[in-house]
Structures are given as C-alpha cells and as structure tokens.
C-alpha cells in the first residue's frame, strides 16, 4: 500500500489518497522515463477510483504487505 504525496486532479486523487502497487516500472524503466509504478486508488469500499501510473518520489509506503 502506498500514500500520494502530493494531488493528482486530472485523476480525481487528493494528497494522501491511498492504493496498491499493481506494477512496478523502477527495475526496467521506459527509455528516458523516471522510475514510477502504476496504483490502482480504491475509495474505503473498495471500488477503484483510478489506476495511475505515479512517480516513485510521489509515494509513500504505507505497509509493504506480506509477514508481519
């Protein structure tokens, strides 16, 4: 799970939107494009509210998953 850290509008998404990592693009970027990993962002029912591709410095780690 991670956290924006800064509003992406064009997508309806606020600063602190939370979603999770469904590809990450930082092992084998795009030519000439930055690290980022695409996010599917749910509202607290669970329905997707947008699927973004998102910049890595724009996110946070909320919870990495797996073992606790």
């Known amino acids: ?10 997508h309806g998404l606020p600063a602190g939107a939370e979603g999770a990592v ?6 084998y970027p795009p030519q000439d494009a930055p690290a980022s990993y695409e996010v599917e962002f ?21 919870n990495r998953g797996g073992k606790t």
């Open 42 to 62: 749910t509202d607290p029912d669970g329905e997707t509210l947008a699927v973004v591709t998102v910049r890595a410095e724009d996110l946070q780690v909320v």
């Open 22 to 27: 469904v590809m990450d693009y930082t092992q």
């Open 1 to 10: 799970m991670v956290r924006l850290l800064r509003p992406l509008p064009e």
